[in-house]
């Protein structure tokens, strides 16, 4: 899963107790497991969230150019279907970079509603935006977007348009996704839309380049993990004995991001002992890849219709208009 990285959104936050919580339980679930994973919400500690930043400048790492130059050629096209006095919805809206593209359209948004797990992307976020569109409401809401959490009452009131950028719907699996955009298309109501930005299946180099960048910058990135585990949760994890590794599974279409213990050794976190042998896997994160018929196959699952989507250049990236089957029928 890829919940903040490709949707170039991450959290410079501590984590309050409960959610300390949480990463403690999540790493001794995690660890002790036949396959080794994390979840990849937990990469985003102020070093991460950095480190990310710096992959968005890798030469290799195409998703987020290609998203916004797509975005910035079709956002008039997309902002024109908006309902009258929509208020627009984002999921993980981090520092709502691009947003500005919708809001800078004719469409006339007056009211918007961030949704992000960080207090501070949130509060920086709003104040940009507060500044650069005097006429704009925005109300932000401190939440994780994949648990239930509740719409401010002025959005309640109004039709609702979800953006959801930045590929971060491959970060899920296909259930996973399916969960979230029923979930989505619940909150929004009957009639909403929701944009939503999806990679596209590619050629192997370019994919696996991406992902495994020649400065080693990915590598840090993935690596960080264990050092905010050890930081958080007296760990004992040395990142020198972890490989990065980045490869393509053709079965599920997605890339996946390991870390491979270099030795047998035992490592404690979170009051536990691991034990990882020579050339075992931690897995941290999937990048799911779409066809735009794999995409829509998807959406339909949901009660989603794709309406419309656009393609941009190579290396593809797709946005994809869904309106709810009520609507569409």
């Not at 959104?9 to 107790?17: A, E, K, N, V």
């Not at 490989?243 to 047998?264: G, K, P, Q, Y």
């Not at 794709?306 to 593809?316: E, K, L, S, Y």
Request: a negative charge.
């Amino acid at each position: 899963m890829r919940l903040a990285r490709d949707a170039g959104h991450g959290t410079s936050d501590p984590l309050p107790p409960a959610r300390d919580a949480s990463f403690a339980r999540d790493v001794r679930i995690g660890l002790s497991g036949h396959a080794k994973s994390m979840s990849p919400k937990y990469f985003y500690d102020a070093a991460g969230s950095a480190l990310f930043e710096a992959i968005c400048r890798t030469p290799e790492y195409y998703p987020t150019r290609a998203e916004s130059a797509l975005l910035a050629r079709v956002a008039e096209d997309i902002a024109a279907a908006f309902p009258p006095g929509a208020a627009l919805i984002e999921f993980g809206s981090g520092a709502s970079e691009k947003t500005n593209l919708l809001l800078g359209t004719r469409a006339g948004i007056d009211l918007y509603v961030p949704i992000d797990i960080s207090r501070d992307a949130l509060a920086q976020a709003s104040a940009r935006l507060a500044a650069r569109y005097p006429a704009l409401t925005v109300l932000p809401v401190e939440a994780d977007f994949t648990q239930a959490f509740v719409l401010p009452d002025s959005a309640q009131q109004r039709p609702k348009v979800g953006f959801f950028p930045g590929s971060t719907i491959g970060n899920f699996t296909h259930d996973e996704a399916v969960g979230f955009l029923r979930n989505a298309r619940e909150m929004l109501g009957a009639g909403a839309r929701m944009i939503v930005g999806a990679d596209m299946v590619k050629d192997l180099p370019t994919l696996l380049r991406a992902y495994d960048d020649a400065e080693g910058v990915t590598a840090r990135f993935n690596k960080n993990l264990l050092v905010r585990i050890n930081r958080e949760l007296d760990g004992s994890f040395d990142p020198e004995s972890f490989d990065h590794l980045a490869i393509w599974n053709d079965v599920h279409d997605r890339i996946e991001m390991h870390l491979v213990s270099r030795v047998d050794q035992i490592v404690h976190a979170a009051g536990h002992a691991f034990m990882f042998r020579r050339g075992e896997r931690l897995h941290t994160e999937n990048s799911h890849k779409f066809t735009p018929e794999a995409f829509a196959t998807l959406a339909a699952r949901a009660g989603w219709t794709v309406a419309r989507h656009w393609i941009g250049d190579a290396p593809a990236f797709g946005i994809f208009e869904l309106v709810d089957d009520e609507r569409a029928g």
